[in-house]
């Protein structure tokens, strides 16, 4: 019952970041880095204290009293995950919530699962998987194989990709993705798998403030909502810098209070999307707390928002006006990724 509570928790939390890039989409005559860091704000600095408080009260302190070690690397890795966050709105900006989505997500899901593992190998921990576990075990070669797939389904997908820009003529392909770019795309995207994988990363390194939370009585079900606190603040730092580059570089700063554009919905709009992309570890920290912070809970977090996702790709049109073999090819990646995450999530069950 715990591991069906844990699916759902997962899938709520996909719904909400396969769906989060929507509201983004409403904003009329702001530059992306204006709109990207007003959700961000949101996101990353005034959602996630304010789910800490109602949920776990005591979170200001628990933070004061956690070691500096544990607040520094849990903040380091929500650096680099916000860098790959960052590439993560970009990717989706030039290649759109399909083809974006299942590529980012594709390396994201390939890097969270092996990453721990190679680095296990190297500094050893009781209770944690190595690299050597899984090329010696019937359940990490299946793991392998998994992520085998998943690097044959990105392929797939980036074949689709290329077969769309040769289809469609340019008007054609900014209707459905205003600004894309295959090329840009899945240069970003590359980057971006590999980041994102960093917030995984940030839960386990935090998850000190997680136990003292549930120690001090609060429900265990909420307990990551204190690892989030500072785990956001790294995303928050990177994301606000870049964006300020960007505003001065393109003088943009100008759209934050720019009366020609429809100011209160395009803030109203970001405010909708930022508070969306929380959700999903709003909701990633409780399916955690029933299924554990391994490769299962991870990857099956991925198979969902990949699914999502591709809905939206579908209701927004990004492959009308394809040949057949396109949509069939591009079918044929989401559902080779989808079932490797499929096999590293039964290969992590066996363990």
Known sequence: MQAIIGVIFHFIGGFASGSFYMPYKKVRGWAWESYWIIGGLFS???????????????????????????????????????????????????????????????????????????????????????????????????????????????????????????????????????????VKGLIVAVISGILSACFNFGIEAGKPMAEAAVREGFNPLFQNNVIFVPLLWGGLATNFIWCMILNARNKSFTDYTNKKTPLTKNYLFSAAAGTTWFLQFFFYGMGESKLGNGASSWILHMAFIILVANMWGIVLKEWKGVSKKTRITIALGITTIILSVIMVGYGNALK
Not at 104 to 132: D, E, M, R
Not at 156 to 171: H, S
Request: positive net charge; aromatic residues 14%; hydrophobic residues 45%.
């Open 44 to 182: 990353w600095f005034i959602v996630p204290p304010l789910a800490a408080w109602l949920t776990v009260p005591a979170f200001a302190d628990i933070i004061k009293n956690t070691p500096f070690e544990v607040i520094k690397y849990t903040i380091m890795f929500g650096v680099l995950w916000g860098i790959g966050g960052l590439t993560y709105g970009l990717g989706v900006r030039y290649l759109g919530m399909s083809l974006g989505n299942s590529v980012v997500l594709g390396f994201c899901s390939i890097f969270g699962a092996l990453v721990p593992s190679i680095y296990y190998n190297y500094f050893p921990k009781p209770g944690k998987t190595t690299f050597n576990d899984l090329l010696t075990t019937s359940w990490g070669r299946i793991v392998l194989l998994g992520v085998a797939v998943c690097l044959l389904g990105i392929y797939i997908c980036g074949r689709a990709g290329m077969m769309k820009e040769k289809e469609l003529p340019e008007a054609e392909k900014k209707k459905s993705i205003a600004e894309f770019s295959l």
